[in-house]
């Protein structure tokens, strides 16, 4: 009978045991259990008048479902994003891809389109001249990732809504990657430039 050789050395076993401790596992297992108790008692429907509303570097929102909200939603940010006659949103860009619902008003988008390279460390490069895309009531608008973009709504009489949808995914994956590039205009007071 052939005995197994071990690709193991004794160096590498020496080093597979440890006197440092933790408890991270049981942990995990308390945090899961409170978790699912706790779950049950978020909300399960988002009244409108529950909906908080937001000035933001990137104008008026209305949080629908948010993470800071107590919703079982746990994947998705949700907003009702609204644009004054004539007005704009800032620049904004953000890893996760955004979809979004017009429900009221008329405009475009511009996308400024992104390239990367993945050498020592991610290399991002935006196009200096943005695509435009028209948009009305019923449209869908959807925006790449870490596509920079700005809203305009060219309604001199109507506000425009917009329902807003973006994925908590990337978060917790360490890419929480969000940029405000310029403020709306009215709002500069709230805008803190991005560092890089």
Known sequence: MNKKSSFVSDIERSRARTDITADFYTQALAASKAFRKEYQERMKVVKAADMPMERTADGLIKHIVNEGMNTTECCI???????????????????????????????YDLHYDVSFKCEEEFVWEWDTTPKRFDWGPGDYIYIPPYCAHKRFNTDASTEARIVVMNSRMLKP???????????????????VPPTD
Do not use: C
């Open 77 to 107: 940010d949700v907003y009702m994003q609204f644009i004054p006659p004539n007005g704009a949103t800032g620049t904004s860009r953000h890893l996760s891809e955004e979809v979004a619902f017009v429900i009221e008003g008329s405009g």
């Open 173 to 191: 994956m360490g890419f929480h990657w969000f940029d405000q590039l310029e403020p709306a205009l009215g709002y500069e007071d709230l805008w």
